[in-house]
């Protein structure tokens, strides 16, 4: 199983931004990120295939960015204009499979980042 190893997270004020990172143990083709909020079921944040088609919730578009260097097996997220509510555990998740999506897809996890931002 592919391990995942993320970095990025923090504490920011709205409207700030920050970099996820997640780097995989080996070759993979989908990958991307998931969050999870206290008390809140797990959502896909974005999602990118090996080809680089990418799929954006509707609540980050125009304000997340998704990219992956294949060379490195790695994912970014780079996210702007960040809100209280994106507040969560950002996940990273990949898979063997074409897509991330839906959950029951993906094959391997990161252990989590924290993003909190304050209002």
């Known amino acids: 199983q592919v391990q995942l190893v993320e970095s990025g997270g923090g504490l920011v004020q709205a409207g700030g931004s920050l970099r996820l990172s997640c780097a995989a143990s080996?070759?993979?083709?989908?990958m991307g990120w998931y969050r999870q909020a206290p008390g809140k079921q797990r959502e896909l944040v974005a999602a990118?295939?090996?080809?680089?088609?990418?799929n954006y919730a509707d609540s980050v578009k125009g304000r997340f960015t998704i990219s992956r260097d294949n060379a490195k097996n790695t994912v970014y997220l780079q996210m702007n204009s960040l809100k209280p509510e994106d507040t969560a555990g950002y996940y990273c998740?990949?898979?063997?499979?074409?897509?991330?999506?839906?959950?029951?897809?993906?094959?391997?996890w990161g252990q989590g980042t924290q993003v909190t931002v304050s209002s």
């Open positions: 990118i295939t090996i080809g680089g088609s990418t």
């Open positions: 998740a990949a898979s063997r499979l074409h897509t991330i999506v839906p959950i029951i897809r993906v094959g391997s």
């Open positions: 080996g070759s993979i083709n989908a």
